[in-house]
């Protein structure tokens, strides 16, 4: 039930929905004061959601940054959290902006790092026919030459949270001893942090995918743009997910 609502509550988190709201209440109302108002709430959402400057300088403060792996230690299992493919039918996929959670995990192995992968990702679809991700990835693996014994696949899991508590599972029967390395996208990384420590699993991030607050700042940062609030999307789901993971435990 709570997986269901939050996907119906998601519409009304992002900026973009904000604006959309206050201009059609400002269609409705008679009054021209408070019409006026709602305009110009809507009008000062869109300048400072639009601004990539306000986007990356909140992301350098909040993405866990990258930090190099113990060069000394050889880790038993790479955790790497799912959203990196998408659907094309309930048999097939394709990676997708996230495809770095997957390059940087296979570059672990490749590279004697990690001596297991595992797939931590079910469907997040709420109807019809239902795309599995660790399953679609277990295959796209096998081209790679990765062998079967070094690939562990979690498929029920939903959301982050369920990531970390089949996850734990999926780890104790393979007998892998910590800490494992976690992958996921930078912005992601601290709430799944926080998640996988409730559920008493020793990890050492390993963010990637950086979408936000990297590089030097330039003048196009003050510009605004339409991409920024895909970006404030994704910060402000984090932030609230994040919060109400704290409230819940």
């Known amino acids: 039930m709570f997986f269901f609502f939050s996907k119906i509550l998601e519409f009304f988190i992002y900026p973009l929905s904000w604006i959309l709201i206050l201009v059609a209440l400002a269609l409705l109302v008679k009054k021209i004061l408070l019409r006026r108002r709602l ?10 959601f639009s601004n990539p400057f306000l986007l990356n300088q909140f992301a350098d403060r909040w993405d866990i ?3 190099p792996l113990n060069p000394a230690q050889k880790y038993s299992c790479v955790i790497v959290l799912g959203g990196f493919s998408s659907e094309v039918t309930p048999d097939s996929g394709y ?14 192995y490749t590279t004697g790092k990690v001596s297991h992968i595992l797939i931590t990702g079910g469907s997040g679809a ?32 939903r959301n982050t949270l369920e990531n970390a508590a089949f996850t734990k599972v999926v ?20 709430r799944s942090l926080g998640i996988f420590e409730k559920q008493q699993i020793q990890v050492v991030p390993f963010p990637c995918n950086f ?8 003048v196009g940062d003050f510009v605004p743009d339409g991409g920024t609030f895909l970006g404030w999307d994704i910060y402000i789901k984090e932030l609230l997910g994040t919060l109400v993971n704290k409230i819940r435990h």
């Open 211 to 218: 979408i936000a607050g990297t590089g030097e700042t330039g």
């Open 95 to 108: 990676f997708n902006w996230s495809a770095d959670r997957f390059i940087q995990a296979l570059k672990l």
């Open 126 to 157: 709420l109807v019809g026919p239902k795309f599995i991700e660790a399953d679609w990835v277990k295959k796209e693996l096998k081209t790679f030459k990765v062998p079967d014994s070094c690939v562990l696949i979690e498929d029920r899991s």
């Open 171 to 190: 780890l104790q029967n393979a007998r892998l001893q910590p800490p494992y390395v976690l992958i996921t996208s930078g912005f992601h990384m601290r």
């Open 39 to 48: 305009l110009f709430a809507a009008l000062a959402i869109l300048v400072i």
């Open 65 to 67: 940054k990258n930090r």
